[in-house]
Every structure is written in C-alpha cells, then in structure tokens.
C-alpha cells in the first residue's frame, strides 16, 4: 500500500470505465514504485528479496569488502580468520523472466 490504496483493485476496475485508471497510468505507478516494495521483491525471485533495496545491497558488499580488506592486510601469522560473507537473499539458479501473471499468481499464494 504505498500510494495509500490496493492497485490490484485499480488494475480489475479497468473493465469498469467510470471507476478505474487509465492503464498506462496504473502502468507508469507500478513502475514507479521503490525497489523495496513486495512488487519489486516478487519481480525479482521471490518474498526473500523483500525489504533489499540498492541501498541494503550495496552495504551488504561493503562490509564483505571490509571483512575481506581486514584479511589481506592483518597481522595473522601463519593462517588469517575466515570471515563469514553477509548473507543476502540469493537466486537460485538462471534468471528468468516474470510475467505480471506470475507476480499476481505469488500475489495470491500469501
């Protein structure tokens, strides 16, 4: 609900000329919406990538790139630490495309 009402009923109402949005304007906000939204966590594999956005990536790899930086330039004698990556949601397998019928369908199965 980030634009403060249900767009999957906009998107029925689309039959129904005097009440629903035109369907590029229905379009144009689903494209809009933030990359941490469960529309853009379904389009890209799954309920897991719910909630990481760019940003939650982003400081994911950094702390690896630390952990990783503190290896290389420690003082450990014989044999450096492992550090354990941060875990992030991950894919599985290649990526295919979603279909809008696809994310409606995982849309239903919550």
């Not at 990359?35 to 950094?62: C, K, M, N, P, Y």
């Not at 014989?78 to 849309?107: A, E, N, Q, T, Y």
Request: with cysteine.
């Amino acid at each position: 609900m980030y634009y403060r009402f249900d767009l999957r009923e906009w998107v029925m109402a689309l039959d129904d000329e005097s009440q629903g949005m035109a369907p590029s304007f229905v379009l144009s906000l689903i494209q809009r919406l933030p990359d941490t939204s469960l529309t853009a966590a379904l389009a890209s594999g799954g309920r897991e990538q719910f909630g990481w956005g760019v940003d939650r990536h982003i400081a994911a790899d950094l702390f690896d790139a630390i952990n990783q930086n503190t290896r290389a330039c420690g003082n450990w004698g014989k044999k450096p630490p492992k550090f354990d990556p941060r875990p992030r949601p991950g894919r599985k397998g290649k990526k295919k495309r979603v279909s809008v019928m696809d994310i409606f369908s995982r849309f239903q199965g919550a």
